[in-house]
């Protein structure tokens, strides 16, 4: 079905996938119209399903159009980021504000999907989750500099620990915010930062070097 989206022009696809993630992004999967969705697309709701089947599908496209979208976005300014472990986790954060500011129905449809998942897409939005995880964390961990990590502890492990902490924290935040509006995430943003921060200075302080030591 897909495959007949697929061969509209750039434009229209543009418009209909638009209209779609502000339907969604406004409402979550629920209360998301495919009459409204399908009155800003300026299509008929039967070219809607011929293209993605049904509801469920269609958010499931979107999500991964979306996953896709931010993950290409900070691909593209990966040379950037800091080789000081603690440095990059904040660069990171900072990276993944600006561009859910900049595009805030793509960032409203991932937050939603993430605290808010509806039972019915559950199975299929862990999976999804879980697979971005593997993929992308080790590229986040790639050449880390690792001058300043204490004598004798492992490198391979400090990774392992940083990965075990990225999927901990996420989780947290997950299930601290299930049920919120991503409006309401978004105005914790700096609070969520800070908290983040204590974390990384107790793992820094467990990891680097003491001033003098070699």
């Known amino acids: 079905m897909e495959a007949l989206f697929v061969r509209l022009s750039d434009e229209k696809k543009k418009r209909i996938i638009n209209a779609c993630l502000e339907e969604f992004g406004l409402n979550g999967y629920e209360r998301a119209s495919t009459n409204s969705i399908v009155k800003r697309a300026g299509i008929s709701k039967g070219a809607l399903f011929s293209y993605f089947g049904n509801k469920k599908k269609l958010f499931l496209y979107l999500f991964d159009y979306s996953t896709e979208f931010l993950v290409d976005r900070i691909s593209a300014v ?108 978004f105005n914790e943003t700096d609070k969520i930062i800070g908290e983040y921060n204590e974390y990384l200075e107790m793992l820094k302080h467990g990891i680097y070097k003491i001033r003098g030591e070699r």
């Open 78 to 185: 990966k040379c950037k980021q800091p080789s000081d472990l603690f440095e990059r986790f904040i660069w990171y954060g900072l990276l993944k504000i600006k561009i859910f500011a900049e595009e805030p129905y793509i960032s409203k449809l991932v937050l939603s999907s993430v605290t808010n998942m509806p039972e019915e897409l559950r199975c299929d939005l862990e999976g999804r989750i879980n697979r971005l995880y593997a993929k992308n964390i080790p590229w986040f961990l790639e050449n880390i500099d690792m001058s300043k990590f204490k004598e004798g502890i492992d490198p391979q492990k400090v990774l392992e620990f940083v990965s075990i902490f990225i999927e901990g924290m996420s989780c947290k935040y997950m299930k601290k915010h299930k049920g919120r509006s991503s409006e309401e995430i």
